[in-house]
């Protein structure tokens, strides 16, 4: 809605009525999906918790050939959120080491998990 100077006033989506911000979201969905049909997700994941995390251990790393060398591993000794929340701080350090800032990112994966486990309490594998 134009103010009084012509220009146009933002409207915060998070104000909007929940069937509108989702009508919103469908619409951009739909839009993205159009202009980038082929979409191929460079990090290696098998659910969106994975890519969740892959991208956790992508931040500040140089390349993602150690990064999908090591999330294999990590999704196999700890393959749910619960298992991950569960987690020894070192034993995740020294798997994630090679991707740099290893103790950063086991932090914030690990208390990732931990959040996702207690919000959707047994929602989440």
């Known amino acids: 809605m134009p103010s009084s ?5 933002f409207r915060s989506p998070l104000t909007e009525r929940p069937a509108l911000r989702a009508r919103r979201v469908g619409q951009i969905i739909e839009r993205l999906q159009a202009r980038y049909p082929d979409v191929q997700l460079p990090l ?8 969740l995390v892959a991208t956790i251990l992508s931040a500040q790393s140089t390349g993602r050939r150690w990064l999908n060398r090591v999330t294999p591993t990590l999704f196999a000794q700890y393959p749910t959120a619960q298992a991950l929340a569960a987690a020894r701080r070192r034993d995740v ?3 994630i ?4 800032f290893f103790r950063q990112k086991t932090a ?3 208390h ?3 959040s996702l486990v207690e919000r959707l309490a047994g929602m989440c594998r």
């Open 5 to 9: 100077s012509g220009t146009r006033r």
């Open 44 to 51: 290696t994941h098998q659910d969106p918790y994975q890519l």
């Open 93 to 95: 350090e020294r798997m």
């Open 97 to 100: 080491k090679p991707t740099g």
């Open 108 to 110: 914030a994966i690990i």
């Open 112 to 114: 990732m998990s931990q």
